[in-house]
């Protein structure tokens, strides 16, 4: 039990750390890096909730290709972030004032946090008990079948973001040579070689 | 642990969702395989599947059904519903027929687009609980972020496009908090079980601050007041035929949404919404009055008359009784019928060099071309609600509800408010008759714009002789909706 603590606080800690660092680190390499670890972390702290599906879908999904393509953006675009960072203090009292205004009004919310009795009920999910399957078991149960609904759905967005994309960026440059195989396989002799009779001593 | 296995639902109240998905994809599908293909081949394609949809829609059956896990209901109110948003929906698509072609946005996923934008709201209506309610009302915004800024080498256009994008993504954000704050208070997700647990425990704090965020993440959908300020820039700045469309569909989907959250889900908390409700209903009808006055571009013009509008169907919503909710669905019936005849009107704004946008190139228009003229007028003073227009019974319904439910000071300053509106929609009457005439738009108008106008204006002026039909319609929707 004891042990358990020590690394939910170890990794909580390291993941607030890293956090933090993200947004104040000059370098915007080293933010993406300590995005990566925040990122490690917080899948420690699903494994330590027993939920290792989601740990390994947060390291493979979100370390694996979004922090690796925020790596090649930031590379790419070569943004200047100091220029985008100055007058940052000048934003800073409002901003704080903002946040603890927030914070205050959500100390508030939260004060009046009483778990309903018949909330356990309510909240009664079709998921089985943990020790009865294993996470990725219970997900294969629900998501194809319950949850199809908003699967589906979720897949009907992720079409339209597609199409927004290339309808918004993709222009069909003329004069770009591309590759067409089927041209290339119905090339002939005829028309891939050209005879010329060369006179002799004097060249082409 | 078999028995662990939940079935497999039942998909067939979702058949006209389904149909409209599969078209929609099958029409992508034709439009990228064939080569050159413009969007009037879609376009006439997604009308058709509408056609398909809609008679789907009539004869289903109006029995409440609920389906995968209750998240997804189909009852006579979302069959009233879906129907006018597909009515709405296939006039801006036809409407959009000869603007695409000019303006040089002819490409085929813009129908496509239009097809999704649709299936998300028909999702929305559908909606029954808080994660699909999210579900449906993301995939309409994705896809209208990318309708507004489709004109992509139009920098107003693209300027429309992120504006709207940047400020619908904090909505969605808000209307997140709030759900989140909804299922931490009350411990579910589906409307009908946040109902149970607040009839049961009373109401606290937490879920009122979760109504307030839901409800601002939705009054941006509708685009009423103080969520209103991106609406004057996406309208004028969105290609014309997309404007009709956001200032219809979108706005009933959005409205069927709130009617839907706030009667299922929160009836015992009528006190406290009540309050937020009458706010935005008089603060919506104010703005959109005054605000309106100073335009000179047409199509901005518009945008604030949306917002007055969308106030003055809150007005029916505050009164929170059947006849209130019934007078909201005449209201937004009538005045889904009224915007796309003026969208008609916009678009046929178009001399040889291009279109134009402003009100005083309006002038002498009662002399060009008489008859839109006439029409266009009867279509400003029904938007005023100047009787025996229709207009004049969508603000008579949802008044009369207001005073029956004793809200006198809000339907006092929603008459007040109208009589402002009235103004400036009885200024372009007059700029159009009485003004020095500018030079003529380009004549004939596109057949189909003569068509939806003519329609329209048909339904404005005779509505008052046989208004039974509507009625009862959306009586019966009530009746689905407050058991």
Same mark, same amino acid.
């Given at each position: 039990m004891i042990g358990t603590a020590i690394a939910f606080y170890l990794f909580a800690a390291i993941t607030v750390a890293a956090g933090f660092m993200v947004i104040s680190a000059r370098n915007p390499v080293h933010s993406v890096l300590f995005l990566i670890l925040a990122f490690f972390n917080a899948a420690a702290l699903f494994v330590l909730l027993g939920a290792e599906f989601l740990a390994l879908i947060l390291v493979i999904v979100y370390v694996g290709a979004v922090a690796v393509l925020f790596l090649f953006v930031v590379m790419m675009l070569d943004v200047d972030f100091l220029e985008l960072r100055e007058g940052f203090l000048q934003y800073l009292p409002v901003g704080a004032l903002v946040g603890i205004i927030l914070l205050i009004e959500l100390l508030l919310v939260l004060g009046s946090w009483v778990i309903a009795p018949e909330a356990a009920g309510v909240a009664a999910s079709p998921t089985p008990a943990i020790t009865a399957v294993d996470n990725t078991r219970a997900l294969g149960q629900v998501v194809y079948t319950q949850y199809v609904y908003l699967f589906q759905a979720a897949g009907l967005i992720l079409l339209v973001a597609m199409i927004g994309a290339i309808v918004l960026t993709l222009r069909h440059k003329p004069n770009v040579k591309r590759q067409v195989i089927a041209h290339q396989v119905a090339r002939t002799r005829e028309t891939g070689v050209e005879l010329k009779k060369v006179e002799p001593g004097q060249g082409l | 642990m078999e028995n662990a296995i939940t079935s497999v639902p039942d998909f067939l109240p979702a058949l006209p969702e389904i149909l409209m998905a599969v078209g929609a994809m099958a029409l992508l599908m034709y439009g990228v395989f064939r080569k050159s293909c413009d969007a009037h081949e879609t376009a006439y394609g997604a009308l058709a599947l509408f056609a398909l949809v809609a008679a789907l829609l009539v004869i289903e059956p109006n029995a409440s059904i609920e389906t995968f896990g209750g998240m997804f209901v189909v009852d006579g109110f979302t069959k009233f519903m879906k129907l006018l948003i597909l009515l709405a929906a296939a006039a801006a698509m036809v409407m959009s027929l000869t603007f695409i072609r000019r303006e040089g946005m002819d490409r085929f996923e813009f129908p496509v687009l239009i097809v999704l934008a649709t299936l998300g709201m028909f999702m929305m209506v559908s909606a029954n609980g808080l994660i699909s309610l999210y579900m449906g009302l993301e995939l309409q915004s994705l896809s209208l972020y990318v309708i507004a800024a489709f004109h992509r080498d139009n920098t107003r256009a693209t300027e429309a496009g992120l504006k709207y994008f940047v400020l619908g993504a904090l909505a969605s954000g808000m209307l997140l908090y709030g759900a989140s704050l909804i299922y931490g208070f009350t411990g579910s997700v589906q409307f009908a079980s946040i109902a149970a647990v607040l009839q049961s425990d009373g109401t606290n704090i937490g879920v009122i601050f979760g109504i307030v965020f839901v409800l601002a993440g939705l009054a941006f959908k509708i685009s009423a007041v103080p969520f209103h300020m991106w609406t004057p820039d996406v309208y004028e700045g969105a290609p014309t035929p997309v404007t009709a469309f956001f200032a219809g569909a979108p706005k009933v989907a959005?409205?069927?949404?709130?009617?839907?959250?706030? #009667?299922?889900?929160?009836?015992? !908390?009528?006190?406290?919404?009540? &309050?937020?409700?009458? #706010?935005?209903?008089?603060?919506?009808?104010?703005?959109?009055?005054?605000?309106?006055?100073?335009?000179?571009?047409?199509?901005?013009?518009?945008?604030?008359?949306?917002?007055?509008?969308?106030?003055?169907? !809150?007005?029916?919503?505050?009164?929170?009784?059947?006849?209130?909710?019934? =007078?909201?669905?005449?209201?937004?019936?009538?005045?889904?019928?009224?915007?796309?005849?003026?969208?008609?009107?916009?678009?046929?704004?178009?001399?040889?060099?291009?279109?134009?946008?402003?009100?005083?190139?309006?002038?002498?228009?009662?002399?060009? &071309?008489? !008859?839109?003229?006439?029409?266009?007028?009867?279509?400003?003073?029904?938007?005023? =609600?100047?009787?025996?227009?229709?207009?004049?019974?969508?603000?008579?319904?949802?008044?009369?509800?207001?005073?029956?439910?004793?809200?006198?000071?809000?339907?006092?300053?929603?008459?007040?408010?109208?009589?402002?509106?009235?103004?400036?929609?009885?200024?372009?009457?007059?700029?159009?008759?009485?003004?020095?005439?500018?030079?003529? #738009?380009?004549?004939?108008?596109?057949?189909?714009?003569?068509?939806?106008?003519?329609i329209s204006g048909f339904f404005t002026l005779f509505f008052f002789i046989y208004p039974a039909p509507l009625i009862i319609g959306a009586q019966a929707a009530v009746g689905a909706l407050l058991p």
């Open positions: - | 959005a409205m069927a949404l709130i009617l839907r959250v706030l #009667f299922v889900a929160f009836p015992s !908390m009528e006190n406290e919404w009540q &309050q937020i409700v009458v #706010f935005i209903a008089i603060a919506s009808m104010l703005l959109g009055a005054f605000a309106a006055i100073g335009q000179s571009n047409i199509k901005r013009l518009m945008a604030y008359s949306s917002i007055s509008h969308m106030g003055f169907a !809150m007005v029916g919503l505050a009164a929170g009784t059947p006849e209130g909710v019934r =007078g909201v669905l005449i209201y937004l019936v009538i005045y889904v019928v009224m915007n796309a005849g003026v969208f008609c009107c916009i678009l046929a704004m178009q001399r040889k060099e291009g279109y134009v946008e402003g009100i005083s190139e309006l002038a002498g228009l009662s002399r060009n &071309q008489p !008859m839109v003229a006439f029409v266009m007028a009867m279509l400003m003073f029904s938007l005023a =609600g100047v009787p025996p227009l229709a207009g004049f019974f969508g603000k008579f319904y949802v008044f009369m509800a207001a005073v029956q439910a004793g809200l006198y000071p809000l339907a006092v300053i929603g008459v007040l408010s109208s009589v402002v509106g009235a103004f400036y929609y009885l200024r372009i009457v007059k700029i159009m008759y009485f003004d020095e005439p500018a030079e003529a #738009f380009v004549q004939p108008m596109p057949g189909e714009l003569t068509a939806i106008l003519g």
